[in-house]
């Protein structure tokens, strides 16, 4: 991952709909027994569990900075045509 974040276009993570509902794909998939690497296998098994979780965290952490950016730059020019 870059400074830019996942390779997933910012204009779908914008989207607060779009955030739920990769928090609820990543929670079923987390949960679900069905895994590209089954838990059966212990390590290894939960490696690929916490990859998809911590990916969904940094998407999260990408939409919470765009969106106080998106805020702060919205006070800016409100302060500025007063």
Known sequence: MTEKGPSIPKTLLAKPGM??????CTLVYVISPV???PDIMP???WLDDAAVFMAEIASFIIYLKETRRRQ???NRQQNEGK
């Open 35 to 37: 895994d590209i690497i």
């Open 72 to 74: 702060t730059e919205k």
């Open 43 to 45: 390590i290894i098994g």
């Open 19 to 24: 955030q739920i509902f990769l928090f609820i």
